[in-house]
């Protein structure tokens, strides 16, 4: 028993019936006793259907105003998940970036978490509900959302998991692992058991997908090992310790 973090990306919440095999894995971890805390990226392509709308309205939007849109997909997703889980019989109540408070610098569209307030996910914790918090997204010490860049969201869940000093950090993506090369690519792509954090940041840094290089820069920081699996495959993933 003890406190879980499990990151979804997009791909993995992208329709309901994906958001209720997502509600799976989570009530998988809730029935071994474990407190639960769940990060979500928007679903799909969403982003990156914001990103085309702001285009209709202006080539050169201000930085705070482009982070503001942006934040919206992720809210969506939170309070989806959450309302399928209550639907299930799971109590769970979601969480955006400001609400918890998650606090970051004021450097838009890729600002940098300086301090997370634990308080309300901890009571809530301690009331055996879920907490299902926005991935990607933060506040400023003068109440300005941010987002914080490329892989923001698996950044959200290590930063978490090491403010909570979380047992396991699990990010689930569309492949069970991390491999030698892209596997949908590549099918003679080797699997690896465990990878050392320098060579997964050697590897984001080469354009490797899994995980950003930020992300693996701060799980190292704390040394928190990150377990890559897959949501739709019950394999056996990859520690990146």
């Known amino acids: 028993m003890g406190i879980i973090v499990q990151k979804f990306g997009g791909s993995s919440v992208a329709d309901t019936e994906k958001l209720l095999l997502v509600c799976e894995h989570i009530i998988k971890e809730y029935?071994?006793?474990?407190?639960?805390?769940?990060?979500?990226?928007?679903?799909?392509?969403?982003?990156?259907?914001?990103?085309?709308?702001?285009k209709e309205v202006t080539s050169s939007p201000s930085t705070r105003e482009h982070d503001v849109l942006l934040s919206v997909g992720e809210q969506i997703t939170i309070s989806k998940l959450a309302m399928?889980?209550?639907?299930?019989?799971?109590?769970?109540?979601?969480?955006?970036?400001?609400?918890?408070?998650?606090?970051?610098?004021d450097i838009y569209g890729n600002a940098n978490i300086i301090d997370i307030n634990t308080e309300k996910i901890l009571k809530q914790l301690s009331n055996n509900n879920i907490v299902i918090v926005a991935g990607f997204q933060g506040i400023t010490k003068n109440g300005d959302i941010t987002t914080l860049g490329r892989g923001g969201s698996d950044t959200t869940a290590v930063a978490l998991a090491a403010y909570l000093e979380a047992d396991k950090l699990y990010i689930y993506t569309d492949v069970d692992g991390v491999y030698s090369d892209d596997p949908h690519n590549n099918t003679n792509a080797i699997k690896y058991k465990t990878i050392s954090y320098d060579k997964m940041l050697e590897m984001a840094k080469n354009g490797a997908k899994v995980l950003h290089s930020k992300c693996v820069e701060m799980a190292k920081k704390y040394n928190i090992p990150i377990t890559v699996k897959s949501t739709f495959v019950e394999n056996e993933g990859t520690i990146v310790k």
């Open 84 to 105: 399928l889980l209550n639907r299930l019989g799971y109590n769970a109540i979601s969480y955006t970036g400001w609400q918890v408070p998650i606090k970051t610098d």
């Open 31 to 54: 029935k071994k006793n474990n407190k639960v805390v769940v990060v979500v990226s928007a679903q799909g392509k969403t982003t990156d259907r914001l990103i085309s709308e702001e």
